[in-house]
């Protein structure tokens, strides 16, 4: 593992995060989290959009593709990531493999969540 890719990561993740901050934040009103919402539906669509533009034709090279992909979409949502991958497999026409990752991540995830939240209130007495 190069250290440049490191430094990548971590200054892409930073801006990610930042922007996830900003937009959520301006975004979240009511009892809907349309901020979390407008994060994951802009980063998937611009995660998807760039990849199909540039790598698909080889035109990104390997540190702007670590800077964006990983680093500023994996600080800004990862949820661009599982959108891309379902994406693809859609287009790959495997949709087993596409319906698995979406029970899995949606359905097993959130069942996760559930039991986290049920193990955290039982162990902080709350």
């Given at each position: 593992?190069?250290?440049?890719?490191?430094?990548?990561?971590?200054?892409?993740?930073?801006?990610?995060?930042?922007?996830?901050?900003?937009?959520?934040?301006?975004?979240?009103?009511?009892?809907?989290?349309?901020?979390?919402?407008?994060?994951?539906?802009?980063?998937?669509?611009?995660?998807?959009?760039?990849?199909?533009?540039?790598?698909?034709?080889?035109?990104?090279?390997?540190?702007?593709?670590?800077?964006?992909?990983?680093?500023?979409?994996?600080?800004?949502?990862?949820?661009?990531?599982?959108?891309?991958?379902?994406?693809?497999?859609?287009?790959?026409?495997?949709?087993?493999?596409?319906?698995?990752?979406i029970?899995?991540?949606a359905?097993?995830?959130?069942?996760?969540?559930?039991?986290?939240?049920?193990?955290?209130t039982?162990?902080?007495?709350?």
């Open positions: 593992m190069e250290l440049r890719f490191v430094a990548l990561v971590a200054a892409g993740s930073a801006t990610g995060g930042v922007m996830r901050y900003l937009v959520s934040g301006a975004l979240t009103r009511g009892d809907f989290p349309w901020g979390t919402f407008a994060v994951n539906f802009t980063g998937t669509f611009l995660l998807t959009l760039l990849f199909f533009m540039f790598i698909q034709g080889g035109y990104l090279n390997p540190d702007l593709r670590t800077f964006l992909f990983i680093g500023v979409f994996g600080g800004y949502t990862t949820f661009s990531t599982f959108g891309l991958e379902t994406t693809t497999l859609i287009r790959e026409s495997q949709f087993a493999l596409a319906g698995a990752n029970l899995l991540n359905g097993l995830c959130l069942a996760g969540g559930m039991v986290g939240a049920m193990a955290g039982w162990l902080g007495g709350t």
